[in-house]
Nanobody, 112 residues
């Protein structure tokens, strides 16, 4: 069993930054791809970014150049640094563990 605890969401003005964290417990962390997804009201959940066990990132086109995913295997934690935030980035952000587990989500709201 894996538990994922996200933190770092909140309300930020357009152009601002936030850093999301997802701490994992349970199964071995380092061998799994980890990802961040988001879901806005009335829309389907979509991939934001993921990072392989070897540290290779992949980003959705909408966030390329603005978001950075990283991981610290010693801390069993994956991060999402979000810069130049836009109102359309407003969503619930979910951490995903490659073993098939989801976090509870953290809300990100970008508004003036």
């Amino acid at each position: 069993q894996v538990q994922l605890v996200e933190s770092g969401g909140g309300l930020v003005q357009p152009g601002g930054s936030l850093r999301l964290s997802c701490a994992a417990s349970g199964r071995i962390f380092s061998i799994y791809t980890m990802g961040w997804y988001r879901q806005a009201p009335g829309k389907e959940r979509e991939l934001v970014a993921h990072i392989t066990s070897g540290g290779t990132p992949n980003y959705a086109e909408a966030v390329k150049g603005r978001f950075t995913i990283s991981r610290d295997n010693d801390k069993n934690t994956v991060y999402l640094q979000m810069n130049s935030l836009k109102p359309e980035d407003t969503a619930m952000y979910y951490c995903h563990h490659g073993g098939g587990y989801w976090g509870q989500g953290t809300q990100v709201t970008v508004s003036s």
